[in-house]
């Protein structure tokens, strides 16, 4: 494809199979708008020199970043908004006068899909399970944006469990709390949360069987996002559902972390709703 001088670029930098609904679904909504602009997939090995040759093009405008590059794009940027440093990672990049500035969408993403799934975070016990990249970056959200009672955080892995605790106690006045993820630990905390977090791989395709959280633990009166999306419907929240819970689906937090770096790029209210029928006829 030739890119003419008119015609403005975007694309996802990392591993596109990651992303593969990015570009059907970014390119829908520049067409919805009348935006020109066309969204590409590149494999990118070294990530510093790619984001140097796309900095040189005039007709760039910015990139998602997925893994493995979230955070080795970071020292590549010219700028970067508070608190994707906080967090450490980037997914978005905005082009603008010659400059690249980084944004964490996966972090607004979260917020906004827990906010229009009617969930009040502020004064609330929250729980998240597990302490990756995905986490990391939803925990820091909830500590810019929500004065909540609590967040305990249960991590398989101890080491990064640690990190994330002590940069949040650290960086923010989040009040936080860290165990291990296991069943005892899920009896002595599920009982006092309003709000589950899934942030493992657990329950995604292929292992769509399995789940974090034992069916008995589950209880009315708590909201259980899972940002795991494929399937739409995870085991977690059909026994959620089941248990009388509020749900929401990962699809949420893709659809509007995607929403957020359509309006950086453009400087225009995204067609959610068009965005929205992509990823459902995706999943349909």
Not at 96 to 116: C, H, K, M, P, Q
Not at 165 to 189: A, I, K, M, Y
Not at 254 to 259: C, I, K, R, T, Y
Request: aromatic content about 4%; some cysteine; charged content about 20%.
């Amino acid at each position: 494809m030739e890119i003419g001088t008119r015609t403005q670029f975007c694309g996802v930098i990392g591993n596109p199979v990651d992303h593969s609904l990015s570009p059907a679904l970014h390119n829908a909504a520049f067409r919805a708008v009348g935006v020109d602009c066309v969204y590409l997939a590149w494999k990118v090995e070294r990530i510093g020199d790619a984001l140097r040759g796309l900095k040189a093009l005039g007709n760039f405008r910015g990139a998602s970043v997925t893994i493995p590059h979230k955070v080795a794009a970071v020292p590549f940027v010219d700028e970067i908004e508070p608190t994707a440093r906080r967090i450490g990672a980037i997914n978005t990049i905005v082009a603008e006068g010659g400059r690249l500035r980084g944004y964490n969408t996966d972090a607004s993403g979260a917020l906004r899909a827990l906010r229009e799934g009617g969930v009040v975070l502020t004064g609330q016990r929250i729980v998240m399970l597990g302490s990756g990249g995905a986490a990391r970056a939803i925990a820091f959200a909830i500590a810019a944006e929500s004065e909540v009672e609590k967040l305990v955080i249960l991590g398989v892995d101890q080491q990064e469990l640690t990190t994330l605790v002590h940069d949040l106690r650290s960086q923010t006045s989040l009040p936080v709390e860290n165990e291990g993820l296991n069943e005892d630990t899920l009896r002595q905390v599920l009982p006092e949360a309003h709000v589950i977090i899934h942030c493992t791989p657990v329950g995604m395709v292929p292992r769509v069987d399995e789940t974090c959280v034992p069916a008995s633990l589950l209880h009315e009166g708590l909201a259980v996002m899972d940002i795991v999306y494929n399937p739409r419907t995870t085991r977690l929240l059909r026994e959620a559902q089941q248990a009388g819970c509020r749900t929401i689906s990962g699809l949420e937090m893709f659809l509007h972390q995607a929403v957020a770096q359509f309006e950086l790029w453009t400087n225009r209210s995204a067609p959610v709703d068009v965005m929205r029928a992509v990823l459902e006829s995706h999943f349909s």
